[in-house]
């Protein structure tokens, strides 16, 4: 819930990291984004094989990007 208070402390609203999702084994990614300055380097690929390497560790069935 986007607003509601941390139960941890208190003080901020807890809020899901960006651009990634996990639902029934399928996990989504909306967003990947490179600064303009590092882009034509690999870094947007390495991001998601990292992504991929992760989700197979979780046993997920489907990676969406």
Same mark, same amino acid.
């Given at each position: 819930m986007r607003g509601a208070r941390s139960p +941890?402390?208190?003080c +901020?609203?807890?809020i899901p990291a960006p651009g990634?999702? #996990?639902v029934a084994g399928l996990a989504t990614i909306d967003?990947?984004?490179v600064h303009p300055d590092h882009q034509h380097q690999g870094h947007g690929r390495a991001l998601l094989a990292e992504a991929q390497a +992760? =989700? +197979?560790v979780l046993g997920l069935v489907a #990676?969406? =990007?």
């Open positions: +941890r402390c208190g +901020r609203p807890e990634f999702e #996990l967003t990947v984004a +992760r =989700a +197979r #990676l969406d =990007a």
